[in-house]
């Protein structure tokens, strides 16, 4: 069997320019020159890829898996594309995989599992045999999670996990720790407590973003809601996914009917119509796909970084009208692998509301005819529009969508928005949003949500920046919740250090299989370096840039997006990527490689230091060092001899003696700071639990 080539009904691409690409062993997509003919043995239809010298249009006709050709050269494919053909649908070998004694699954298994939305992974600091585990990651559009599936999540980290839940950049939750052994119990416990874990991972629409925000606006509920149909027209509808952890007991859900009619809608040729996946076939996508919806300013989603980014059109009374599209985002690359890279999304058009699904489906459709199967590197949809341009990326898709995209629509500028702290949802309750540092919620932390979402009966969501808002709130529920919540550490935003309110770092070591180095467990310690670093050299404590640490290219915590990026790429070692922006609108480009974690201050300093005294009127970090431009910048890193500081006249008068001062410049030298910054410290720190009710 062979993997899929075209839609299931015919399509006419009435562009002769327009070609379909073939694979070229180590090349990008290239037209092809030759027809392809693939027959089938019985019955089924068969597929004619003619090429422009051969005809002035191009009718494409397949299914789900054609037979394999018996003359022509079959297509390189990589050996997922074969794991998926063989799989029945996602089931085989997983089904089979579950039931032996081992700790572990075979790798044709691990790479199906994915599409359930769980990981393999092993303790990297354990040394000797392998101690095996899975990581679940659940599936919540717009971030949603009901009081009853949070305290079922919470229960399940207990019972089965580490102890620990992690909340993503993509607005889900994961589950760390659990055993082979324990998976279906898990599994089945989520989903008959409204959750899933369906298509958070694996070669197909992940989890779609949307604002985390509960605002009763027009435009941000429709946000919402299209993100939620968005998210049910695009999941799997084999039953793969309850026939491995329910024992294929039905689950009754209640789709609008748009979504419905927009999925079993052939048309225009995108759906395998005999196919249990319509739109998805036997192969599903190339690779995983990521699409984010918002409202005009709210960058809360990174959105430019998605495969799909849809933004609400409305009018002057505030009445949604339709929706801008931008195509092509994403983040991961290779090290050393200049032909992958991360890019930014780029405007594909406007259409009206009610052709949201059809466009999106017909994305969707684009990238799993014509997204590269031969090397996984190269499949994501951003190396399709960067080979074709997006022109003819647009031709291509209005054959699927039927109709011509509309112009795209003047957008006021972005900006990033947190949500933290307390907020009026516009219907009479309150949200509070809290930080949460690199989404670990753990210990008293999540004791004390625990009792506090129990206790007032709150629903909650979780925000791309790695945190959770409360909903629902009365308001004479915000001071006992506003002491219990501080009590355990978390703060209101004012009393948090500004560079960790905006810090992202994924889960790295020691769990991650891919990690070169460390992430979330080393920012901690690089964000106290940088606070000293700013003091150094004389920057306000209010002051802050966007940091964001991964310990691998794949860009999980998006570091291509940020001021200061920090990639592993080496042992203890990070390429260091500057010029995002605070509103998440630039891409930042890689500075300095194989930078030790050791001489980090040797290149941040200077850096800081020149920003301080050479940059203009509110000129982020990001931005002057753009404007700097890095042959510049790399001048001032290798002439640095430290900061030309005037001796402070403010460390005397914060100590009652020169006892006491010269005791506390002692401690401040074993931490690489002096007596000053030390005191401040200190002094910041009581302030802070004194107005949040932790006195000590």
Known sequence: MTTSFGAANT???????????????????????????????????????????????????????????????????????????????????????????????????????????????????????????????????????????????????????????????????????????????????????????????????????????????????????????????????????????VDGEQVMTAEPPEVVKARNDNSHGTNFPESAEPIYGTQFLPRKFKIAVTVPTDNSVDILTNDIGVVVVTDDEGEPQGFNIYVGGGMGRTHRLETTFPRLGEPLGFVPKEDILYAVKAIVVTQREHGRRDDRKYSRMKYLIDSWGIEKFRSVVEQYYGKKFESFRELPEWEFKSYLGWHEQGDGSLFCGLHVDNGRIKGKMKTTLREIIEKYDLSVRLTPNQNIILCDIRNSWKRPITTALAQAGLLHPRYVDPLNLTAMACPAFPLCPLAITEAERGIPDILKRVRATFEKVGLKYSESVVIRITGCPNGCARPYMAELGLVGDGPNSYQIWLGGNPSQTSLARAFMNKVKLQDLEKVLEPLFYNWKRRRQSKESFGDFTTRMGFEKLQELVDKWEGPVLAPSRYNLKLFADKETYEAVDQLAKLQNKNAHQLAMEVIRNFVASQQNGKGE
């Open 11 to 245: 399509v006419l691409l009435k562009d002769p320019k327009l070609q379909i690409p073939s694979f070229v062993h180590g090349g990008l997509l290239r037209p092809s020159s030759n027809s392809l003919a693939l027959t089938t043995a019985t019955r089924r239809r068969h597929t004619h890829l003619l090429s422009s010298s051969s005809s002035s249009s191009h009718v494409i006709r397949a299914v789900s898996t054609p037979a394999r050709p018996s003359t022509a050269t079959e297509t390189k494919r990589s050996k997922v594309e074969i794991i998926k053909e063989q799989s029945n649908y996602i089931r085989y070998p997983l089904n089979e995989e579950l039931l032996t004694d081992a700790p572990n699954i075979n790798e044709a298994a691990t790479q199906v599992i994915k599409f359930h939305g769980s990981y393999q992974q092993y303790n990297r600091d354990d040394r000797g045999a392998r101690n095996y585990s899975f990581m679940l990651r659940t599936k919540n559009p717009c971030g949603k999670v009901s009081n009853r599936l949070y305290l079922t999540m919470d229960d399940l980290a207990d019972q089965f996990g580490i102890g620990t839940l992690r909340l993503t950049t993509r607005q889900t939750f994961q589950l760390h720790g659990v055993l082979k052994k324990d998976l279906k119990t898990v599994m089945s416990t989520l989903i008959k407590n409204m959750g899933s874990t369906l298509g958070a991972c694996g070669d197909l629409n992940r989890n779609v973003l949307a604002p985390a925000a509960p605002f009763t606006r027009k435009d941000y509920q429709f946000a919402q809601q299209t993100a939620e149909n968005i998210a049910a027209l695009l999941t799997p509808q084999s039953g793969f996914y309850y026939d491995v952890w």
